[in-house]
């Protein structure tokens, strides 16, 4: 990969690998494995998703499944907090809050453990791409209704013309590259 720039979401956006009709014909499907594959991209996107809660007081970082894990489990250990997986229905091993939504293609029962926030704790929720925000909305909502206060809702990408930021509503949202 050429490193000639030096923004580091700029070569980030670079290195992301389009995937026509995957999962299906019609969807261009944005590709996160040359990151992950790459130490200095993966520790680029980290620190770029880390950096800007640092001494924010965050005690949890809610993750989606499945590659929110992978971001967000590196980003709660660079700021000393907890990580909360949200997963699909059936797959949290503890009495759980379940929240249904509606997906690009399809839908999906999203689920947390009624017992992963104490009341107020502040919340950063990650995921790795932000669509038309069904997934995201959902899981906010869980955070919620489990006692946890949203500080921000994180992406690595945001495909910005689905405008899924609009079913996010209040929370504040960011993302470090956008498509």
Known sequence: MNRANSDPAAQLKAAVRD???FPKPGILF???T???????LFRSAVD?????HRGRGLRKVAVIDARGFI???AVAYQLGAGVVPIRKKGKLPFRTFEETCELE????TLTVHVD????GEPVLLLDDLLATGGTAAAAAALIERAGGCIAEIDFLIELTFLKGRIKLGRHPVFSVIQF
């Open 19 to 21: 995937i026509p009709d």
């Open 30 to 32: 944005k590709d996160i």
């Open 34 to 40: 040359p990151i992950l594959a790459d130490p200095a």
């Open 48 to 52: 770029l998703l880390a950096e800007r």
């Open 71 to 73: 971001f967000g489990a």
């Open 105 to 108: 293609y399809g839908t999906a």
């Open 116 to 119: 992963a926030f104490t009341p």
